[in-house]
C-alpha cells in the first residue's frame, strides 16, 4: 500500500511539472523594452480620444482615434503627419473607426457606427465603402476588424452578428463562420469576435473576443487550431498563453502572432501554430494598461493603441 502511495505521487509531480509548463509557460525569447510614448486625451493633431486600432505602413503608423471619428498617421517616431476620414460627404466621412487593415497601398477602416467598411488611399483619398446595417450576408453589425488575403478577399469580424465574413474585394458575400447572432464556444463559433489577420500563407488568426482565444482558419476554410486559456476552452486569466479579451491581432514579419490582451494589460506573442513566445506590457512601470490594438513593423517593432491613457506605445526587441 505504501508503495501504492508512492508510485501515485510521482504520477502526481510529474502531472503537476507538465501542467505547469503546458498552461504557465515562461518567456522563450529575449524580453521587449519600451522605446516611445506619445498621445494624451484631446481634439488636437496627436491626441486621442479611445484609439482602437492601428496598422502600419513601410514608414508611417495608422492610428484609429475613435471618438474623434478620424485616421490619425504618424511617423515611426510618433511625429503627426496628417489624418483621414473628416472630410468630404458625409459618406465619405468617419463615424468611429475600429481596428484596420492595409493592402495594395489602401488603407482599410471598420466603421463600428456606420456598420461599413471603408476604403482609402494611404494619402486619405477616399475610394469606396462596402456593406451596410444588417444580419444578412454583405451586411454588418458593428463591424470590428479587417484582413485581406492574397487574392484581396477580406475577411471581416462582424462584432455584434457573431461571425466573420469573406467576401471579394468589391464586397461580394462568399461564405461565413459562426452563426449570426448566436454565440458559442465550440470551434469555429465566436463570442463578439474583434479581429483579424491573415500570413504570408493565407491561414485566417481570428481575435475571439470574449473567449478569450484565437482561433485559425487554413486557406480551404477549416478551422485548424485554437488556443487560449487550459486546452483552449473558455477560461479568464492573467497567466501566460491565457487571455482576458481578445481585441486586437496582428502577424509580424516572421509569422509570429501579437495579441492584444485587453484586461490584462499587456501583449502576447506566440509562434503561427500557438507556441507562446514573449509577453510585455504589465506589472511595470512600462505597463501597456489596456492594449487594444497592436501592429508589428517591417524591423520588428511593436505599436500598441493604449486605449485608457489614450497613447500610442512603441516596443523592441531587447538584443541582449
Known sequence: MRKFGSYFLIVLVIFAVFAYLTWFPSPLEPPYKLIKIWGEKGTASGQFNDPTGIV?????????DARNSRIQVFDFDGHFQYEIGTSGSEAERLQRPMNLGIHDAKLYVTDYWSDQLKIYSLGGKFINSIGKPGT????????GGIAIDSKSNLYIADFLNQRIQKLTPQGKFIRQWGQTGKTGILSGQFNYPTDTAIDADDNLYIADGYNDRVQVISPEGEIVHKWG???????????????????????????????ADFYNGRIQ??????IFLNVFGINSAESAHTAIAVAVAHDGSVFVADYTNNQVQKWVQDEK
Open 229 to 259: 486559456g487550459p486546452f483552449a476552452i473558455n477560461i479568464f486569466g492573467p497567466f501566460n498563453g491565457w487571455f482576458a479579451t481578445v481585441t486586437g491581432i496582428a502577424i509580424g514579419p516572421e509569422g509570429n502572432v501579437f495579441v
Open 269 to 274: 506573442k506566440f509562434s503561427s501554430g500557438g
Open 56 to 64: 502600419v505602413s513601410e514608414d508611417h503608423v495608422f492610428v484609429s
Open 136 to 143: 444578412g450576408s454583405g451586411e454588418f453589425n458593428s463591424p
